[in-house]
């Protein structure tokens, strides 16, 4: 379901720009009710296809061999299919391009970007240790880069605009990179990356352990929102609003679509769901009513434990996998909680639902499945100490996002380098939110673990991350084990962030 006229924005207007209550900005589309039947159709026969479950033995042959021979297919989306017959060999071609896509029906189809003509993207999955190859070509006006969020690969794959030359329209680009870590993640964009991401150019990449946990299916769910106005997609950076929280949508998006995905379990069985929030800047509130559910994994993978929150905070750039029993029929949903307006005029919380899975009764009796996850890297003692600084200011251009006082040079010139280290060294980085508005803070290339909030212990926080949440003037401290080599990009995911500025890099030496 799309959002009404409310959204965070009106968090925003409400709660941190009281000067600012033009709501102008979040353009009311209640008439938006439609989806786009062929994605859908598409969707829904790829989710047909079977999926990575412990009874695949149970297949009869004919659909077993659809699986064959690498990643099988999750539901929620498209998995790209390896075109390389070698087992450790993941070998896919991956097309940006302009898109139509009819994303709410009064407006009829819009003019997106999306890879192999998808919005969301198609899964890329491999398994842990793979070599993964992707054939990628520039069908858009404008240059791009392919960044594959969360996996720690080399720098030179790494899809950073300062290492690698943007592939410009018409151009192709071979990535080439072996997957360190079993775990959820994502790819999109390096180039001005929110407009490009926006308009849909954003795909989500598993990487499957070696032993995968027994689930009875895995399903995959791309969380997004896009700002449209009455004519389409609302101008960038169009509004003040949109410079200093980001852009933030009033249509949500679940897998490209804006209506809840209607699914279907069986009573008993376990499923493990992998989400991610692709959004441009909306901290998304999700969880799941109707069935039993706990966090199993985080950014860096699987935790080896799990714990059981009331509501889960996904800010952009991050993944959860979560385990979801049906432990009874009817309707279980994933929801995200959204802050909207009431008959009454008052600001209201209210869950929306992404998806609705029908679990028919049955006697399925799952075998509670294994989340064994490597053991955490040492992060003691400590080598170096960082701080950063992330604030704001007025520049004679409009609002510029600061770290450590400085901005990424948006015409040419990056020269903002905020540490350097040593391969293995233990960093202890400390997160210093001096304004209002939040930071969702992401090192390419490195994990890290969340040690404090605001000095308190956080008993390590939610496993292994490479986004953290950074409230307004709160502090963050992290412990980082910098044991990828290389130029790494870090910046604020809110991708109008990063665009004013909030993007530098730091150096790992061999
Ligand atoms: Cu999704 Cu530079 O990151
Ligand atoms: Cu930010």
């Not at 026969?45 to 079977?50: G, I, L, N, R, Y």
Request: glycine content about 10%; hydrophobic content about 45%; proline content about 7%.
């Amino acid at each position: 379901m799309q959002l009404r006229a409310m959204d965070s924005c009106w968090l925003a207007v409400v709660v941190a720009c009281a000067a600012c209550e033009d709501p102008a900005g979040a353009a009311d589309v209640s008439a938006a009710t439609a989806t786009d039947a062929e994605t859908q159709a598409e969707s829904e026969s790829a989710t047909d296809a079977v999926v990575a479950t412990a009874d695949d033995s149970a297949l009869p042959e004919a659909e077993a061999e659809v699986t064959a021979p690498v990643a099988p297919s999750l539901e929620g989306g498209v998995t790209l299919a390896d075109e390389n017959p070698d087992p450790g060999i993941v070998e896919v071609h991956l097309q940006a391009g302009a898109v139509s896509a009819t994303l709410v029906e009064d407006l009829g189809p819009l003019p997106l970007y999306g890879y192999n003509g998808q919005i969301p993207g198609p899964i890329i999955a491999a398994n842990v240790g793979d070599r993964v190859i992707v054939h990628f070509e520039n069908a858009l006006p404008e240059p791009t880069t392919v960044h594959w969020h969360g996996l720690r690969i080399s720098d030179a794959m790494d899809g950073s605009p300062r290492l690698q030359e943007p592939v410009a329209p018409g151009g192709t680009f071979t990535y080439d990179f072996v997957v360190p870590d079993a775990g959820t993640f994502w790819y999109h964009p390096h180039v001005r990356a929110n407009e490009q991401v926006e308009k849909g150019l954003a795909g989500m990449f598993v990487v499957h352990e070696r032993e995968r946990p027994a689930v009875s299916r895995e399903r995959a769910f791309v969380l997004d929102d896009i700002l449209l106005g009455d004519k389409g997609l609302a101008p960038f950076m169009a509004d003040h609003m949109e410079e200093m929280h980001g852009r933030s949508g009033n249509v949500l998006l679940t897998n490209g679509h804006d209506v809840p995905l209607a699914l279907t379990a069986r009573q008993g069985e376990l499923e493990r769901w992998r989400i991610v929030n692709v959004a441009n800047a909306r901290t998304m509130e999700v969880a799941v009513q109707g069935a039993k559910w706990r966090v199993v994994g985080t950014d860096g993978g699987l935790l080896g434990w799990s714990y059981a929150p009331e509501r889960l905070t996904v800010a952009v750039g991050q993944r959860y996998d979560l385990e979801v029993v049906y432990d009874q029929p009817g309707e279980a949903r994933l929801v995200s909680y959204v802050l909207t307006i009431d008959d009454h005029n008052n600001v209201v919380d209210v869950p929306v639902a992404l998806a609705k899975v029908a679990a028919t009764a049955s006697d399925v009796v799952a075998a509670p499945a294994i989340y064994a996850a490597p053991p955490l890297p040492a992060f003691d003692p400590v080598d170096l100490d960082v701080t950063l600084e992330l604030t704001g200011a007025m520049g004679p251009n409009g609002l510029v996002w600061t770290i450590n006082g400085m901005k990424d040079g948006m015409s040419g010139g990056h020269e903002m380098m905020l540490f350097e280290a040593a391969r293995g060294a233990n960093a202890r980085i400390l997160l210093e939110n001096l304004a209002g508005p939040e930071h969702p803070f992401h090192l390419h290339g490195q994990f890290f673990q969340i040690v404090r909030r605001n000095g308190e212990d956080t008993n390590a926080e939610e496993g292994l991350k490479d986004v953290v949440l950074v409230p307004g003037m709160e502090t963050v401290e992290l412990r980082a084990r910098l044991d990828n080599p290389g130029r790494w990009m870090a910046h604020c995911h809110i991708l109008e962030h990063a665009e004013l500025g909030m993007m530098g890099e730091f150096l790992v030496t061999p």
